[in-house]
């Protein structure tokens, strides 16, 4: 079955540093692939996405390209700020399975000033 | 443009009783999905709903139903809570079709299980 492994966490940084967060994934065909955010008492927001191998996905300021030899979607920012601190899910769909989404365990990001 | 919209957002119940969770989705959108979030864990997909049936079905147990109404929204319910059941449920909603899997989630509600 489909399965999304990230980093372990947390990871605390100091603004303006840079940020990686790692994200691989097992799955049958050509799944999509996701970053979400989940800020304190909110619900997860799509952060980017990817839907073919090495389409990059952006949004303000994160990046991730889809590698399918390395099976891998990391998560980078050039510039990390205070407000960027929040659970970042990494995700995969599957090619047949429409809004049935399959997450990684989250990784906790704290950004001090 | 009101978003996904969940109640309760926090409950509290004991083991044995049944518990309903409702959600009424995105404007415009109409197919609506449920994930059990347990503490410090990602989100574990429970099932979908399109055109008020089951369209897709996670690794959960009978136990846990739902239900689709025509204006979209939708309710899920828990018989015979066990403690493990303790966890935030979000409810996602999409458009159906190629837009499937751009999912917005609500909050969530809070369940605790005594």
């Known amino acids: 079955g489909n399965s999304v492994t990230q980093m372990e966490g947390p990871v605390t940084l100091s603004e303006e540093a840079f940020l990686t967060i790692n994200c691989t994934y097992t799955?049958?065909?050509?799944?999509?692939l996701f970053w979400y955010v989940q800020y304190p008492g909110e619900g997860l927001q799509l952060l980017l996405k990817?839907?073919?191998?090495?389409d990059k996905g952006s949004n303000k300021g994160f990046e991730a390209t889809y590698r399918k030899e390395t099976t891998s979607f990391h998560l980078e920012k050039g510039s990390v700020q205070v407000s960027d601190s929040a659970v970042y899910f990494c995700a995969l769909a599957g090619g047949t399975s429409y809004g049935k989404l399959t997450f990684g365990q989250g990784t906790i990001l704290t950004v001090h000033p | 443009d009101a978003g996904v919209t969940q109640s309760p957002t926090h409950l509290i119940k004991t083991r044995g009783q049944q518990v309903t969770l409702r959600c009424s989705p995105k404007?415009?959108?109409?197919?609506v999905s449920w994930y059990q979030q347990a503490l410090g864990q990602g989100p574990q997909f429970i099932f979908q709903y399109y055109e008020e049936e089951e369209r897709q079905r996670g690794n959960f147990p009978d136990r846990f139903s739902g239900h689709q109404f025509p204006n979209y929204s939708s309710e899920l319910n828990v018989n015979a809570l066990l403690l493990g059941d303790s966890a935030l449920y979000l409810c996602a909603s999409s458009l159906s079709g190629g837009g499937a899997n751009v999912l917005t989630f609500g909050a969530g509600s809070r369940l605790t299980v005594l």
């Open positions: 990817a839907t073919k191998a090495d």
């Open positions: 404007s415009g959108h109409d197919t």
């Open positions: 799955a049958t065909g050509y799944p999509s």
